[in-house]
């Protein structure tokens, strides 16, 4: 497979992964054990954004893209609509702070509507069986 195409490949996967970290816990409603994967990658994605650490797979993509024989992000779809998304211009670290920030707060209130919500269903199965 070209170095390119793995190149865009990741960068798919880090996009993904960045919406799966802040939205990832509304799929928690729909499968609850899904909380013991999202839990550690919500986790991971703020701990970098406060550290102000680089994504492994930042590496990896620039990686492939020198092997492509590539320097940048000077062309195609992925290049021109997602880096942006994942790769921000003027990433200081107080905005790292504030996406980090934001992170834990949306997915604060989500696992809180998780929790009524399991806690609710909880009762009335409980006053069924009672």
Not at 17 to 41: D, E, M, Q, S
Not at 45 to 66: A, H, K, S, V
Request: hydrophobic letters at 50%; aromatic letters at 14%.
């Amino acid at each position: 497979m070209p170095y390119a195409l793995l190149a865009d490949l990741t960068l798919l996967l880090h996009a993904t992964f960045i919406l799966f970290v802040v939205f990832g816990g509304l799929l928690v409603f729909w499968r609850h054990l899904l909380a013991w994967f999202h839990i550690p990658c919500a986790l991971w994605g703020m701990l970098i954004e406060f550290q102000g650490w680089i994504c492994p797979l930042t590496y990896l993509e620039n990686d492939l893209r020198t092997a492509a024989g590539r320097s940048g992000y000077d062309s195609g779809f992925i290049d021109h609509y997602l880096v942006p998304l994942v790769y921000p211009s003027g990433l200081t670290p107080e905005l790292q702070l504030q996406l980090g920030l934001a992170v834990l707060l949306i997915n604060v209130i989500i696992y809180t509507l998780v929790w009524r919500r399991m806690r609710t269903k909880s009762k009335r199965i409980s006053h069924r069986v009672g």
